[in-house]
């Protein structure tokens, strides 16, 4: 398996290490439930260095993403401004998901998936070629000058960071959501997978253990995959294999705002989306009875037969909840039966979103 800079930090703080997508990862330190209410409440550690970083330079850069994603790269305008975006396939499948920063017109940064990075330079590479356009892409989780990716997540995440980088303040304090700094070998954003404020520190991989050992020294509790996969449902937020894959619309994975039909600009997909009208609806589950739930349980409405994507028990709410594709007709507030164990469960449909900044919104 693949290891990340931290995998032996992970080891000697006592890490339950877990096979993710071919990467050695930590699951928990010992209790994934207080892992998740750290981030909630406080302050919560990630390494995500499993996730690619890549770098686009050259003329054509700014041409070949606004061919390549379903977003709009003219609307990055300021330095440091980042969205989010999916990659499609020309039946309007999703490639991946991913977040792309501007740094001038020449130069952008991106973040893919750690499972689909192999896939997604393979992919962009052809796309480059096929085009001939004029622009570099280096990934950096590997090779020379390999870069490691730290998340510090929670309501106190960014005053722990000014503890641990004081030099970093002022350059970053001012940030808004989806903006990105550097300073020096630092590239601080303000992003995130858990539905609470903080920074995603990208650094060079031979500083990554000073860093993780400073921020845990600056009271930041580490967490592993479990608690970010809890808390990122409760968000509301896909997660790529599972929520939407190569064989769904972003229409149908609630991705919807994502993508860009309005300007004249042409990108991969955007005749089959136009062509293929949304046939799912993407919305929130609540369980109203006893139980957990699951990917892949049925979800019968009164207008037809949905499926679970994601699910889980929410720690904060001390509740079932789930992501689902549902008939197009289903609405919020409406009941439904989900099976769980062959037996109907009712649960209630709500909009996708259970939690941000620590704060029920169902």
């Given at each position: 398996?693949?290891?990340?800079?931290?995998?032996?930090?992970?080891?000697?703080?006592?890490?339950?290490?877990?096979d993710?997508?071919?990467?050695?990862?930590?699951?928990?330190?010992?209790?994934?439930?207080?892992?998740?209410?750290?981030?909630?409440?406080?302050?919560?550690?990630?390494?995500?260095?499993?996730?690619c970083?890549?770098?686009?330079?050259?003329?054509?850069?700014?041409?070949?993403?606004?061919r390549?994603l379903?977003?709009?790269i003219?609307?990055?305008k300021?330095?440091g401004?980042?969205?989010?975006?999916v990659?499609?396939?020309?039946?309007?499948?999703?490639?991946?998901?991913?977040?792309?920063?501007?740094?001038?017109?020449?130069?952008?940064?991106?973040?893919?998936?750690?499972?689909?990075?192999?896939?997604?330079?393979?992919?962009m590479?052809?796309?480059?070629?096929?085009?001939?356009?004029?622009?570099?892409?280096?990934?950096?989780?590997?090779?020379?000058?390999p870069?490691?990716?730290?998340?510090v997540?929670?309501?106190?995440?960014?005053e722990?960071?000014?503890?641990?980088?004081?030099?970093?303040?002022?350059?970053?304090?001012?940030?808004?959501?989806?903006?990105a700094?550097e300073?020096?070998?630092l590239?601080?954003?303000?992003?995130?997978?858990?539905?609470?404020?903080?920074?995603?520190?990208t650094?060079?991989?031979g500083r990554?253990?000073?860093?993780?050992?400073?921020?845990?020294?600056?009271?930041?509790?580490?967490?592993?995959?479990?608690a970010?996969?809890?808390?990122?449902?409760?968000a509301?937020?896909?997660?790529?294999g599972?929520?939407?894959?190569?064989?769904?619309?972003?229409?149908?994975?609630?991705?919807?705002?994502?993508?860009?039909?309005?300007?004249?600009r042409?990108?991969?997909?955007k005749?089959?989306?136009?062509?293929?009208?949304?046939?799912?609806?993407?919305?929130?589950?609540?369980?109203?009875?006893?139980?957990?739930?699951?990917?892949?349980?049925?979800?019968?409405?009164n207008?037809g037969?949905?499926?679970?994507?994601?699910?889980?028990?929410?720690?904060?709410?001390?509740?079932?909840?789930?992501?689902?594709?549902?008939p197009?007709?289903?609405?919020?507030?409406?009941?439904?039966?989900?099976?769980?164990?062959d037996?109907?469960?009712?649960?209630?449909?709500?909009?996708?979103?259970?939690?941000?900044?620590?704060?029920?919104?169902?």
């Open positions: 398996m693949q290891k990340t800079i931290l995998n032996e930090t992970h080891r000697q703080s006592g890490a339950k290490m877990v993710f997508g071919g990467w050695d990862m930590p699951l928990h330190y010992g209790s994934q439930i207080e892992e998740h209410h750290a981030v909630r409440r406080d302050a919560g550690l990630f390494d995500v260095s499993h996730m970083t890549i770098d686009l330079r050259g003329a054509d850069a700014k041409a070949f993403l606004r390549l379903a977003n709009d003219d609307k990055l300021t330095r401004k980042a969205f989010y975006s990659m499609l396939n020309d039946s309007g499948g999703v490639i991946d998901d991913l977040i792309v920063y501007f740094l001038d017109e020449e130069r952008y940064r991106l973040v893919v998936n750690a499972g689909t990075a192999s896939k997604d330079l393979q992919w590479a052809t796309c480059l070629l096929d085009w001939r356009m004029t622009a570099e892409l280096t990934p950096r989780r590997e090779g020379n000058a870069l490691a990716m730290i998340a997540q929670g309501p106190t995440a960014r722990r960071v000014w503890q641990a980088l004081p030099d970093c303040r002022n350059a970053c304090a001012a940030l808004k959501p989806f903006f700094a300073i020096g070998e590239f601080i954003a303000t992003t995130g997978y858990t539905g609470e404020d903080g920074y995603e520190i650094l060079p991989a990554a253990v000073d860093l993780w050992r400073a921020l845990v020294g600056a009271g930041v509790r580490p967490c592993g995959l479990g970010r996969d809890t808390l990122r449902l409760e509301g937020m896909n997660l790529y599972q929520d939407m894959d190569e064989s769904v619309s972003p229409f149908d994975a609630g991705l919807a705002w994502t993508v860009d039909l309005k300007s004249p042409d990108f991969v997909g005749s089959a989306l136009l062509n293929q009208p949304q046939r799912q609806q993407f919305l929130g589950l609540i369980l109203l009875e006893r139980g957990v739930l699951r990917a892949h349980q049925q979800v019968s409405t207008t037969v949905g499926e679970i994507t994601s699910g889980t028990f929410s720690p904060t709410l001390q509740q079932s909840i789930a992501l689902a594709r549902l197009l007709a289903s609405a919020i507030g409406d009941i439904v039966q989900v099976t769980i164990r037996k109907p469960l009712p649960a209630r449909v709500v909009k996708p979103c259970f939690v941000r900044h620590g704060k029920a919104l169902v």
